[in-house]
């Protein structure tokens, strides 16, 4: 099975803050990686697929970069409504598994 | 708009048996291959399994054990899980998501599964 490590687990950031994310597989998945971003109570929403591609209606502060092994999920900008909790997941191979998670906090 | 409701959730005691449904609507639901994943309380994501169009094809996590099934009846545009052999460390909330290419796009809001006796 492919692992995904997600780091950090948690960051408190201000609005206005550049952030990152990073994920790392642990064996290559070229670009199959995707990133979702989950409010408490709720589904989680699809941010970005294949590495770099913005999903229909995210804003544009939302990017992702990567192949490989390691990819960055960057938030250009923290907004009020962008924290939340975020996840990788590999879409190369089954099983299709998710990175553990970065809660992204208000400092 | 595209809406997948589910349903079925609730307790349920250890070695007990449970059907999950998902109804979709707002797309062509024969279109999609359709997934269930599942999040404990607290935890994060775990994909259980995914089904093909037609239903021909179907992929399971390994820890199921055999105890899950999913299925799909497209004439009626619903998904379903059939869980059976229910442990403690099945309690979580469970999810109906469109497939695509592996990637999840649209997610139902989640029926919560509580094992416990």
């Known amino acids: 099975d492919i692992q995904m490590t997600q780091s950090p687990s948690s960051l408190s950031a201000s609005v206005g803050d550049r952030v990152t994310i990073t994920c790392r597989a642990s064996e290559t998945i070229t670009n199959y990686l995707n990133w979702y971003q989950q409010k408490p109570g709720k589904a989680p929403k699809l941010l970005i697929y294949a590495a770099s591609n913005l999903q229909r209606g995210v804003p544009s502060r939302f990017s992702g970069s990567g192949s490989g092994t390691d990819f960055t999920l960057t938030i250009g900008g923290l907004q009020p409504e962008d924290f939340a909790t975020y996840y990788c997941q590999q879409s190369y191979s089954t099983p299709l598994t998710f990175g553990g998670g970065t809660k992204v906090e208000i400092k | 708009q595209v809406q997948l409701v589910e349903s079925g959730g609730g307790l349920v005691k250890p070695g007990g048996s449970l059907r999950l449904s998902c109804a979709a609507s707002?797309?062509?639901?024969?279109?999609?291959?359709m997934s269930w994943i599942r999040q404990a309380p607290g935890k994060g994501l775990e994909w259980l399994s995914y089904i093909s169009e037609s239903g021909r094809t179907v992929s399971y996590t390994d820890s199921l054990k055999g105890r899950f099934t999913i299925s799909r009846d497209n004439a009626k545009k619903s998904l379903y899980l059939q869980m059976s052999s229910l442990r403690a460390e099945d309690t979580a909330v469970y999810y109906c998501?469109?497939?695509?290419?592996?990637?999840?796009?649209?997610w139902g809001q989640g029926t919560l599964v509580t094992v416990s006796s």
């Open positions: 998501v469109t497939t695509v290419g592996s990637t999840f796009y649209w």
């Open positions: 707002g797309f062509t639901f024969s279109d999609f291959y």
